[in-house]
């Protein structure tokens, strides 16, 4: 009886000191942060995040030369670059990745409007979520709130520089070339869906770095509500 009374004991100690942990780790985000705190600091979180990967992203060879988010070959017709390497037509293939990564440099800034749509739509729960969740939470809700809008938005103007920088014809070439070339299947890709593609890919890769940056690196917080609200969870 003894024995049974003493680990009742430890059992409930055990979950009063649970239950103070508990609340301990939600002061953060219930105790010295109102909510209206929260949304505005990630809201402010986004629009730093967004104006700078837009601002790395748009400069001279942002996309080019930066080969994590570099634009390749359509993967899809990877087989029409080495074809016209192994025929030693480097340069044509070399035009046509460097002129489609100039095309998404010129582009990449039509994102801002549509990822300020998405902020002002932010809810109290979506802040929250984002928060507390892990470092990219804010990008993944970018992603899910604002990529086929962003996909609309972005391909007449994806065309339209295609046609302006002669990216088209650039492609026109390589695939008239290609397609004349005996035993090899035919190609058929829309070049401007590609591009728009990996344009918005990058753009999230480039908001995913300002994201933990500003999560983790007192420095990026460049505002006062930043620093209040990261504060409380970041270093």
């Known amino acids: 009886m003894k024995k049974y009374l003493f680990s009742l004991v430890l059992i409930v100690s055990f979950l009063f000191t649970q239950c103070d942990v508990l609340q301990e780790l939600q002061v953060p985000v219930t105790g010295r942060l109102t909510k209206d705190e929260i949304v505005q600091g990630l809201k402010e979180a986004l629009k730093v995040g967004t104006a700078n990967a837009i601002k790395v992203l748009a400069r001279e060879n942002g996309f080019y030369l930066d080969k994590e988010v570099k634009i390749p070959f359509p993967q899809e017709v990877e087989y029409v670059e080495q074809k016209l390497r192994a025929l030693g037509l480097h340069s ?26 998405a902020i002002r739509e932010m809810t109290i729960a979506d802040a929250l979520g984002i928060l507390n969740g892990p470092d990219n939470a804010a990008t993944e809700y970018f992603r899910e709130k604002t990529y086929q809008q962003l996909v609309v938005t972005y391909k007449p103007d994806i065309s339209q520089v295609l046609h302006q920088t002669h990216l088209s014809d650039y492609w026109e070439k390589v695939t008239t ?23 918005i890919d990058g753009l999230f890769v480039k908001l995913a770095h300002e994201e933990k940056l500003i999560r983790t690196d007192p420095k990026a917080r460049v505002t006062e509500i930043l620093r209040k609200v990261f504060a409380e969870t970041g270093p």
Do not use: C, R, W
């Open 177 to 199: 070339t290609y397609n004349k070339i005996p035993f090899t299947k035919k190609v058929e890709t829309d070049l401007p869906e590609y591009v728009t593609e990996k344009t």
């Open 92 to 117: 044509m293939a070399d035009n046509f990745i460097e002129q489609m990564n100039h095309a998404a440099e010129k582009a990449v800034s039509k994102a801002g409007p549509v990822f300020y749509d």
